[in-house]
């Protein structure tokens, strides 16, 4: 089986290719994409007159039902190596997988947080990833920024390796909460301070709270977040492929905005084409149908 991560044109425009080579898939996606953000379309092939972003989306995931597929609307949290290849892991138990290939296909990473202190720091005591960087943290004191459900996801990691865990969610609500051993705070945070390395979080109102690091997992988790915990080459905000779309870890693909310079429909389809074609390829060699 093959996981697409994305249901925007990238993901969807795979999802096509594959689910005609007739290869089992499941796309994973929210409605959180650059295409609702476009108000107008008119540069796309195909339509004679505007179309809004909102209904090209729909209408992608209308097609790719057409052929069976579900889509599951869950967030991915994580994804892992396993034995069989991949693990996706969403905040909801039941909308897990294993599968043998997965397809990146989540867009470009848009408005992460921005705290006074937070660049200052990073390397220093800041990180973004929480399954690369635990082990470097275990047993300390430390504060996950954040207030979804990967937020949450970060911090289970971190209790894992014995951290003491608090949340900050700078000022929002919490999502979600779960996690017993998980403490939270919901001021806003004013600066992050430190000298060699981050010692301090000063919120609004001048209450501060003391941590040995600080892992930042606001919002959604993004491509580079993703790729990153799988050990997958990153470069700036993108990910790196070659020609057919892999990236530098075998079964894993990479397609649309999170991959392109120039961030258009017509590149994202084009894109998740060229992935979705090479992940059918890779998952037919697996199964010895091909010479690898
Ligand atoms: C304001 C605006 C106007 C634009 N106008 C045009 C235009 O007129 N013409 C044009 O060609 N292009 C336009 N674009 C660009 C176009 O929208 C993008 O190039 C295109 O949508 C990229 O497709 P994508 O599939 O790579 O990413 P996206 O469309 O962003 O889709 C990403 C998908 O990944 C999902 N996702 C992300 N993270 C996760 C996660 N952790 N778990 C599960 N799912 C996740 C999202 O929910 C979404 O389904 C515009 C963009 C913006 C912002």
């Not at 202190?117 to 004191?141: H, P």
């Not at 981050?198 to 892992?215: A, K, L, N, S, W």
């Amino acid at each position: 089986m093959i996981a697409i991560v994305g249901c925007g044109p990238a993901g969807i425009s795979a999802a096509l290719y594959t689910l005609r080579a007739n290869i089992e898939i499941t796309i994973i996606g929210t409605r959180q994409t650059a295409l609702a953000l476009a108000e107008k379309i008119e540069n796309y092939y195909g339509f004679a007159q505007p179309i809004s972003g909102k209904e090209l989306f729909d209408i992608g995931i209308k097609q790719a039902k057409r052929f069976g597929c579900r889509v599951v609307a869950e967030e991915v949290v994580a994804i892992s190596s396993c034995d069989k290849g991949f693990k996706i892991l969403t905040p909801n138990p039941s909308e897990e997988f294993e599968v043998s290939a997965v397809i990146l296909a989540t867009g470009k990473q848009r408005g992460k947080v921005d705290i006074k202190g937070l660049l200052e720091f990073e390397g220093r005591g800041i990180s973004y990833c929480a399954i690369c960087d635990a082990f470097f943290f275990r047993g300390k004191k430390i504060a996950v920024i954040g207030d979804g459900a990967y937020a949450i996801a970060e911090a289970n990691e971190l209790l894992n390796v014995g951290c003491d865990v608090t949340i900050l969610t700078n000022g929002s609500e919490p999502e979600v909460v779960s996690g017993s051993s998980i403490k939270l705070i919901t001021k806003k945070i004013e600066i992050i301070t430190g000298r060699e390395r981050v010692e301090r979080v000063i919120f609004e109102g001048g209450e501060e709270f003391e941590t040995e690091g600080i892992f930042v997992a606001t919002g959604v988790a993004s491509s580079m977040d993703l790729a990153r915990k799988l050990g997958v080459l990153t470069e700036g905000d993108r990910i790196v492929v070659n020609e057919n779309g892999e990236t530098n870890l075998p079964g894993v693909f990479a397609a649309g905005d999170c991959v392109n310079k120039l961030c258009q429909i017509s590149l994202a389809v084009a894109s998740g084409t060229v992935a979705g074609l090479s992940a059918v390829k890779y998952v037919r060699a697996l199964r010895g149908e091909l010479e690898k």
